[in-house]
């Protein structure tokens, strides 16, 4: 997707181990998004950004942490993995926070 | 967060209009509707939104009732790459705005 970059694409890891996402967009916006998609529950918000530093929690944020130390970079880490944190995570950003969201391509992890 | 009502799934033929819609009774003065659609294996793509009007561009038009409580987006002439999950979502100006997804409509293509 124009734009937006996560990685990586896909991951394995353990149970227990520390585990980081990467957001990285181009477009200097100000609204960054973490989502993760599940069959069966559609998208979820886990966390957000709406400036540098300026981050609040979503619907499903235990066990998740992020970090927005530039505009370009929001990262999210998942401080001990478990396996019900298996999962499509999805990037967005948005210039306004309403309108037109632009989507990465996802992340699949799969945590055993 | 206001709530949206969609069927699980449509069926269409290929080269017809296709209507999908949206039951969206407490949305507020202030929350647009949005739509989004996501093909296999991607990420959600931006479809259109809007707040009262009737709103066109290339990819669709949406249809919104007088009293705003229902919307339809409207697919002109539907082809096989429109099969996609199609999400119906309430959203309003505001600090630190974001979208709540919910399961949405499975559209089928079939020739």
């Known amino acids: 997707d124009a734009g937006i970059t996560q990685s990586p694409r896909h991951k394995v890891t353990e149970t227990g181990t520390p585990v980081t996402l990467r957001c990285h967009q181009t477009e200097n916006h100000r609204y960054m998004y973490w989502y993760r998609q599940d069959p069966g529950h559609g998208l979820r918000l886990i966390h957000y950004?709406?400036?540098?530093?300026?981050?609040d929690k979503g619907e499903v944020s235990d066990g998740y942490s992020v970090s927005r130390s530039k505009t370009e970079d929001f990262l999210l880490t998942l401080e001990s993995a478990t396996s019900s944190q298996t999962s499509v995570y999805f990037c967005a950003i948005s210039e306004s926070g309403v309108y037109g969201y632009t989507f990465g391509s996802g992340t699949r992890l799969t945590v055993v | 967060d206001a709530k949206t009502t969609q069927p699980n799934s449509m069926e269409s033929n290929e080269e017809e209009p296709v209507h999908l819609p949206c039951n969206h009774s407490t949305i507020s003065g202030t929350d647009y509707i949005h739509w989004y659609r996501q093909l296999p294996s991607q990420g959600p793509e931006y479809v259109i939104h809007?707040?009262?009007s009737n709103v066109n561009n290339r990819m669709a038009s949406l249809a919104i009732a007088e009293d705003r409580k229902s919307s339809t987006l409207i697919l002109h002439r539907a082809t096989l790459r429109d099969a996609a999950v199609y999400y119906c979502?309430?959203?309003?100006?505001?600090?630190?705005?974001?979208?709540?997804f919910g399961t949405g409509t499975r559209l089928q293509v079939t020739l």
């Open positions: 979502i309430l959203g309003n100006t505001g600090t630190a705005s974001k979208l709540t």
């Open positions: 950004s709406y400036g540098v530093k300026d981050t």
């Open positions: 809007g707040l009262t």
